[in-house]
């Protein structure tokens, strides 16, 4: 059965804002059964690696760290200790090493983690599951059956995932399926950062890479035009090579185009994704509101009997207009016609009424909290 996030009632948090209510979302799901587990959809630098921790800190979970990562075809058990957060990455202090949970499901005398394929770590947009799709299926289900024989809920915290999560629904009905949210402006921003103040491209390449691998889709093309993006002069040849050009062409990007793609990757995301989730994890409200953060974690405890501390979420909406001044490179003033073609593409997509009016309201609310919050930015 699919349980789908049409009209849900919203909740006001401390500081009268509405969003979604996780209670509502109980609602919507009261046919289905006890998850066996957790599928934690997210995109870059959207605070979900903290999200994901919450989860690590029961001693009944085994949380599965990005299991699309590409280290993950090469991973020796010898390389995990090294696997920590650097200072600048801006996820949590960690129990133990990213990818420890793997260490079972790495091949005796080999490397890789067993069933991985180095394809599974492009998101694809297509509207039914590609070839490879029954490889990358049997690859999860080992990861989820063997946890759950161990009487262990599997937590697994995708960043690679959100073009899929259709796929994943139809495969995997059993999991409860939860989609983090978190405001374009704020996203874009944290990687932007990392761009510019420590040369690392890789976040605002990503958009464009995943963009120019999936342009032959026509929601795809679609999506860049709406958003005026400009994609990397290059062809498309392999993955690798296309990823290298993407982050060299990224080095003198011009921040509009960034933005611009970062933009249609987001709403591209939010498209394919949003009315999908059995549960919408708002990052934007959970750093701000205690009402929201005890509402999501019964919600979730009624679904996989845990219940996460999301006590010490950050105010990361507070955290972006405090760095607004760091934003070198982009001026707010020029990408506010990003915004409105976004909001467009979603309307062409899903309407404003019917099943799709609740998660148009939720996106119209990130694209007026990232309008707000970017006009503070400045080109220096």
């Known amino acids: ?85 650097t200072w600048t990455s801006g996820h949590p202090t960690l129990t133990a090493p990213y990818f420890t949970e793997y260490r079972p499901f790495i091949q005796d005398n080999m490397h890789g983690v067993a069933g991985y394929r180095k394809s599974f770590g492009t998101d694809r947009f297509g509207p039914s599951a590609d070839a490879g799709f029954s490889a990358l299926h049997a690859y999860l289900k080992n990861l989820h059956d063997q946890t759950t024989s161990e009487g262990k809920i599997p937590v697994f915290k995708f960043c690679r995932s959100l073009g899929r999560l259709p796929w994943f629904k139809s495969a995997f009905p059993q999991v409860m399926h939860a989609v983090v949210v978190r405001n374009p402006a704020s996203q874009f921003a944290s990687g932007w950062l990392l761009h510019q103040q420590w040369n690392n491209p890789f976040f605002v390449a990503a958009p464009f890479r995943v963009l120019g691998l999936n342009q032959g889709e026509p929601i795809v093309k679609q999506v860049i035009e709406a958003c005026g993006v400009r994609l990397p002069p290059v062809p498309v040849t392999s993955v690798d090579e296309y990823a290298a050009a993407c982050e060299q062409y990224v080095r003198t990007v011009d921040g509009d185009n960034a933005y611009r793609a970062f933009m249609a990757m ?24 205690p009402a929201y953060a005890s509402a999501l974690r019964a919600q979730i405890q009624g679904q ?11 105010d990361l909406v507070a955290q972006t207009k405090g760095n607004a001044r760091l934003m070198k490179g982009i001026d707010g003033r020029s990408i506010k016609s990003t915004h409105a073609a976004a909001l467009n593409f979603l309307v062409s997509q899903k309407g404003t009424s019917g099943p799709g009016a609740g998660i148009t309201a939720v996106v119209k609310e990130k694209l007026a909290l990232a309008r707000e919050l970017s006009e503070e930015w400045r080109y220096y």
């Open 1 to 85: 059965m699919t349980h789908q996030l049409k009209s849900a009632p919203r909740i006001a948090d401390d500081n009268g804002q509405t969003s979604l209510d996780p209670g509502s979302q109980e609602a919507v799901m009261q046919e289905k059964e006890q998850s066996h587990g957790i599928f934690l959809h997210t995109g870059w630098r959207s605070a979900g690696t903290w999200v994901w921790s919450r989860f690590r800190a029961f001693q009944t979970v085994t949380a599965f760290y990005e299991p699309l990562h590409p280290i993950l075809g090469d991973l020796r058990e010898a390389d995990i200790p090294a696997l920590e957060p």
């Open 266 to 289: 987001w709403i591209l995301c939010a498209v394919r994704s949003l009315d999908q989730a059995d549960l919408l994890v708002d990052l934007d409200r959970l750093g701000q509101s």
């Open 304 to 314: 996989v009997a845990i219940t996460p501390d999301f006590g010490g979420a950050r």
